[in-house]
């Protein structure tokens, strides 16, 4: 009989775990049996936080265990000490709003908690004997499980519209979450962006909350302002150490720009990579600084030439060329507002000027100066080439609901 793991317990290279069998004791006191099918997750580049994910088979045999032969998805996290509020906390609040509100349309977006557990240590050192996920820099001496239900990746879509639908759908919870529930999510990457089907129609969810805070909390201590995020996907203000003005909302509208510029641009396809050399490559291998120096430049060449999209996803021309001239030019313009150049589709220039009435009010960081807002990132996202998209919320109200 195969060897059977306290899941706190493993110590081996986390790609070797594949196939091991762990003893899991659930929040319910039921002891089950789980199968590591594969490695979806190793943090590598992120920062912030250290984690391990894979999904898992569970194999019990007893009567009333109901999840009996599913695929789940089982997350170990290692935070830092004094790490915002934990995951399982903030997506029941979420849901608690969800259905306070009728607002269920978002349910549909969010994460599916199974279950979770945390594991405390006498000492930090403890940790050496567990899996080895963690960078060195990680500190702490507790371990969260969290179980998911089964969500898919990006890479499984194979229909430019529906990858339309899921970033259209990211942008739309992301704020709800926002808005309406109160939490910024701080760590958008093209890992935790995933989609469910239901009834055969596709749903974008937004994944891991691990960093993410309560806005009300944004600033009360070391945790809510701490630099987070996946670093090819972070904002270029958040990869400056000279950045004093914290984790803003803009941020993580920045970063659904980088993950849909780094798809369009470094695959040839979903899942197969662009041939070598691909673009951006330093984004995913240099340190803060580097990769800093590198996005600062990206945003001063926006006139070197277009983005160097693939060919399957010309599609997203549109949306990713509008959105980096707003970013190049707001970041040009720093700190004061700057009229645009009619550079712009029409759609977006009518729009847009309404942000540039009155040229005596203070910047506005939040927004980089009115230029780079939700409100006209929905505008352009709310259609794919030339099809419009299905909205799920707008504020004040659901119209579908």
Same mark, same amino acid.
């Not at 990769?291 to 926006?302: E, L, P, Q």
């Given at each position: ?32 049996? $789980?199968?590591?099918? %594969? ?19 569970? #194999? ?26 934990? #995951? ?19 349910? @549909? ?9 945390? $594991? ?52 739309? $919870?992301? %704020? ?25 129609? &596709?749903?974008?969810?937004? @994944? ?22 996946? %670093?090819?996907?972070?904002? &270029? ?64 060449? %926006? ?45 977006? =220039? @009518? ?19 009115? $230029? ?6 929905? =505008?352009?996202?709310?259609?794919? =080439?030339? =099809? ?14």
């Amino acid at each position: 009989m195969d060897t059977v793991y306290q899941l706190h317990e493993l110590n081996d290279d986390p790609h070797s775990l594949v196939g091991a069998r762990c003893s899991y004791k659930g929040s319910d006191g039921y002891t089950r049996i $789980i199968l590591i099918v %594969r490695i979806l997750h190793c943090a590598e580049r992120d920062v912030g936080h250290c984690s391990i994910v894979v999904e898992v088979k569970c #194999e019990c045999t007893a009567l009333g265990c109901d999840w009996h032969e599913k695929q789940l998805i089982l997350k170990v996290c290692f935070p830092e000490a004094g790490s915002p509020i934990p #995951e399982k906390m903030l997506i029941q609040e979420a849901k608690r709003v969800a259905e306070h509100t009728s607002e269920l349309w978002a349910l @549909n977006h969010l994460p599916d908690l199974i279950d979770s557990i945390t $594991i405390t240590y006498d000492d930090k050192n403890a940790r050496q004997r567990n899996i080895k996920t963690v960078e060195e820099t990680c500190e702490g001496s507790i371990m969260y499980i969290t179980v998911f239900e089964e969500l898919h990746p990006l890479s499984e879509l194979d229909d430019l519209t529906d990858f339309a639908q899921v970033f259209y759908d990211i942008l739309q $919870i992301h %704020r709800w979450l926002y808005k309406c529930a109160g939490i910024l999510h701080r760590d958008l990457s093209i890992g935790n962006i995933m989609f469910r089907r239901i009834e055969g129609k &596709v749903y974008g969810v937004l @994944n891991d909350f691990d960093l993410s805070s309560f806005v009300h909390d944004m600033g009360k201590g070391p945790a809510s302002d701490f630099r987070t995020g996946t %670093r090819p996907f972070m904002s &270029v203000d958040l990869l400056d150490p000279t950045w004093k003005g914290g984790h803003l909302y803009r941020h993580d509208l920045e970063s659904l720009f980088f993950i849909m510029s780094c798809l369009a641009c470094r695959y040839e396809r979903p899942g197969v990579p662009a041939a070598e050399p691909r673009v951006f490559t330093k984004w995913f291998s240099g340190t803060d600084e580097e990769v800093h120096a590198s996005k600062t430049v990206f945003y001063s060449n %926006r006139f070197s030439g277009a983005l160097p999209i693939q060919l399957y996803f010309a599609g997203f021309t549109d949306w990713l060329d509008t959105m980096y001239y707003w970013l190049c030019t707001a970041y040009e313009g720093r700190p004061q507002i700057r009229r645009l150049p009619k550079l712009l589709p029409a759609r977006v =220039q @009518n729009h847009q000027s309404q942000n540039f009435s009155s040229r005596n009010t203070p910047y506005d960081w939040n927004t980089l100066g009115g $230029i780079f807002t939700y409100t006209d990132m929905r =505008q352009l996202m709310s259609s794919f =080439q030339n =099809q419009p998209l299905e909205t799920r919320w707008e504020s004040g109200g659901n119209p579908d609901h």
